[in-house]
């Protein structure tokens, strides 16, 4: 069976150039990977440790988010860079996803792979290298390389949102087979003991 993977953009967006970038993976994915592109980020509220308390099973934008990464093998996050970092949205959504529940910590031991699209020339380096460092904090498995950093996104695809670069298109295969490879390496920690 193809291993799952969920993509998220770190965008609210319509016409986010990190999710664009994700359906463009989703083209160039090996057959064995299904990667589904997450639509619901708007749905988690503002992290509040009080709204935490009040309801331990979290909001259901919250719960929707864990549900979908709990099921999938792996996660892929496209950054965008807002000021050198990831937007709040992001880190928002990191952070519920930071703690304990129900559904267990779903970072932790979490193969994930980072890119991200920015409008400028340098391509979310610095907003991919403090997404990395979050994750780290927060257990997951972060694949160290290849990296794939977008930069001047609107000159890469065209109106309808397809690809014209072809070498962006070849590291999306690149990136994707690495991630599958990833994945498997990582294998051994999916059936996570229970504590
Ligand atoms: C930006 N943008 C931006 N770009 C960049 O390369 N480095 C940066 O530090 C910033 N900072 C920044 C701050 C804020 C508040 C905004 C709104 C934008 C531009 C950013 O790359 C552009 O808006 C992208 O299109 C955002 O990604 P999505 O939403 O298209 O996925």
Known sequence: PARRVLCLAGSLR?????RTLLQ????????TLQLDVYDALSA?????EDL??????GPAGVQALRAAIAAADGLIIATPEYNHAMPGVLKNALD???RESPA???LSEKPVGVLGASSGPWGTRLAQASLRQVLHTCGALVMPTPTLFVANAASRFDAGGALTDLSIAQSLQDFTL???????RMAPSFGRLES
Not at 52 to 57: S, V
Not at 178 to 184: D, K, P
Request: hydrophobic residues 50%; negative net charge.
């Open 104 to 106: 267990g910590e779903v």
């Open 24 to 31: 463009a993976a989703v083209a160039q994915a090996p057959a």
């Open 52 to 57: 935490e308390q009040r309801e331990p099973a």
């Open 14 to 18: 319509r016409d986010s150039w990190n």
């Open 44 to 48: 988690v509220p503002l992290f509040d």
């Open 96 to 98: 519920w996803l930071s």
């Open 178 to 184: 690495a991630f599958e490879r990833w994945m498997e």
